[in-house]
């Protein structure tokens, strides 16, 4: 199975901040790599697949990049609803398999 | 599209639940809907998928032998049933549609149910 990294495990930040989430994969993926988010008592919610393509709806101040097995998740500009847990997941060879998750925090 | 699943559950160990997974909003038949569960405070462990086209299902090897996928394209409905369960099973379990249309899944989830929580306790 293809493992999952994600760091930092939880980050604070402030309203305005730029955030970096990264995300490795334990062997090349190409662009197989999805992000989510998911708010507490709520689904995850689809924000980038194929590492850089917004979903439908999703702010333009997420965005993705990466291939092969390194991957990053920015927020331009930290707004007060993105504070929640972000998931990368890869889609490259079954078991699908997700990152243990960044929790962003209130700074 | 809207995904709609059926009610929390408690089961004692060894006991089955099935979950239910309601589709509207689109084809039911068009695209694929897998299964995700997150334990209390945990990450997020895809468990298996099942296509809406012919019912052909892909799932984890450790739950090979406990789960059954099936879809009612009469309701538009998904189910997924896990046997013999133990406390480790407790969690909140996603039905979740595949993001591209066809016959094979692809991996990517773009719309979610609102989770069922599924408690094992004796």
């Known amino acids: 199975d293809i493992q999952m990294t994600q760091s930092p495990s939880s980050l604070s930040a402030s309203v305005g901040d730029r955030v970096t989430i990264t995300c490795r994969a334990s062997?090349?993926?190409?662009?197989?790599l999805n992000w989510y988010q998911q708010k507490p008592g709520k689904a995850p919610k689809l924000l980038i697949y194929?590492?850089?393509s917004l979903q439908s709806g999703v702010p333009s101040r997420f965005s993705g990049s990466g291939s092969g097995t390194d991957f990053t998740l920015t927020i331009s500009s930290l707004q007060p609803e993105d504070f929640a847990t972000y998931y990368c997941?890869?889609?490259?060879?079954?078991?699908?398999?997700f990152g243990q998750g960044t929790k962003v925090e209130i700074k | 599209v809207q995904l709609v699943q059926s009610g929390a559950e408690v089961k004692k160990p060894g006991a089955s639940v099935k979950v239910s997974c309601k589709a509207s909003?689109?084809?039911?038949?068009?695209?694929?809907i897998n299964w995700v569960r997150q334990a209390p405070g945990q990450g997020l462990e895809w468990m298996g998928w099942?296509?809406?086209?012919?019912?052909?299902?892909n799932s984890v090897q450790k739950f090979q032998g406990r789960l059954t996928m099936t879809t009612d394209t009469s309701t538009s409905t998904a189910h997924m049933e896990v046997r013999s369960l133990r406390s480790d099973d407790t969690a909140v379990y996603y039905c979740?549609?595949?993001?591209?249309?066809?016959?094979?899944?692809?991996?990517?989830?773009?719309?979610w149910g609102q989770g069922t929580l599924v408690t094992v306790s004796s």
């Open positions: 194929a590492a850089s």
């Open positions: 099942i296509s809406g086209y012919n019912g052909d299902t």
């Open positions: 997941q890869q889609s490259h060879n079954t078991p699908w398999t």
């Open positions: 979740a549609r595949d993001l591209v249309v066809g016959a094979t899944g692809t991996g990517e989830f773009d719309s």
């Open positions: 062997q090349s993926i190409s662009i197989y």
């Open positions: 909003g689109y084809t039911f038949t068009s695209y694929g």
